[in-house]
């Protein structure tokens, strides 16, 4: 109990300090900052929710003693809720039936554990980026005029003290960055935790510690439901005002997911190739790169959903069955 316990301050601890780390406005604090839910993820899936939930706290205590209630929520929302509850989710089974045996003689085959589907984490991961990017814009503002007037100034800040001569140009590219900054600052968040969950999930996989076999991302896709959801969060988004910032903000999470389970797709449809490698180390490439061709992967995530490219595919490269005598 007293290791359990002394890892769950460590976590803690070392969750804290990367949070934090931003005060010092370095630029590898953002990167620190980012990987804030790491070691919270690690004890979580390690060690359990309860380590992660009790390093969760105590960080939270110590960030609000330090630096003041803010800090304090700030940590508990958007560090300490995700790495507790994803971690949760990541060691989340239920026992399935025993399967029959051949024959009568064979003992009977102890039933088996279906894990928590890898596309259902992934919606969870979306509406944490969601939740922590509204949370974020609420505390410029109640109502959208001045959450978009709070932005606009501190990007012109920003802007005229790298060019003091910025012009009416530097007006216009302003409100551009304006009008899309919470998405991007949704699509960040989706991203960062991804990443979060999959090297936490690596680490305690590489340790030992993991005690789930590690699931086959290829397969991961998200509940039917999602993509009506997708539809009614585009549709709300001409609405105007507080509504129509919060439906942008679900519909980039959403869309984040699908693009996701677009690179699942990619992997199995390219399974026949024997440049397998190099195709999908391009992609990655220039998606990285160039951001913008990630639409792509929205787009083939979507089609996979709407048209199941991905079962036909694999339904395709099943043999024949043999002949009945």
Request: charged share 10%; with cysteine.
């Amino acid at each position: 109990m007293m290791a359990f316990g002394l890892i769950a301050l460590i976590a803690g601890a070392a969750s804290a300090l990367m949070f934090a780390s931003i005060v010092s406005g370095a630029l590898i604090s953002l990167v620190l900052f980012y990987l804030a839910p790491l070691p919270l993820m690690v004890a979580a899936i390690g060690w359990g929710p309860l380590c992660a939930s009790l390093g969760g706290i105590a960080a939270a205590i110590g960030l609000g003693a330090l630096f003041g209630l803010p800090y304090c929520i700030a940590f508990a929302v958007t560090v300490a809720l995700p790495a507790w509850w994803l971690g949760h989710l990541v060691l989340l089974s239920r026992q399935v039936g025993p399967v029959t045996p051949d024959a009568a003689t064979e003992p009977p085959a102890e039933p088996g554990l279906e894990w928590y589907p890898v596309g259902r984490i992934l919606l969870w991961i979306a509406g944490f980026a969601a939740l922590t990017t509204i949370a974020a814009l609420l505390t410029l503002g109640t109502d959208a005029d001045t959450i978009i007037g709070t932005l606009r100034r501190g990007l012109m800040r920003i802007l005229r003290a790298t060019d003091p001569q910025a012009s009416g140009e530097g007006d216009q590219f302003v409100d551009a960055l304006v009008r899309i900054a919470p998405a991007a600052a949704t699509i960040v968040a989706m991203m960062t935790l991804t990443l979060n969950l999959w090297l936490s999930a690596k680490v305690t996989a590489t340790s030992g510690r993991l005690r789930r076999p590690w699931p086959d991302l290829m397969t991961a896709e998200l509940p039917p439901m999602t993509l009506v959801a997708l539809c009614i969060a585009l549709a709300f988004c001409f609405t105007g005002g507080l509504l129509a910032i919060v439906a942008q903000i679900t519909t980039a999470a959403l869309m984040m997911g699908y693009a996701l389970t677009g690179f699942a797709v990619l992997h199995t449809l390219t399974l026949a190739l024997k440049s397998r490698t190099f195709w999908l180390g391009s992609t990655y490439a220039v998606v990285v790169v160039f951001g913008w061709p990630v639409i792509a992967m929205v787009i083939l995530g979507l089609a996979d959903a709407v048209f199941g490219f991905r079962e036909r595919f694999l339904r395709s490269r099943q043999p024949p069955p043999l002949p009945t005598p």
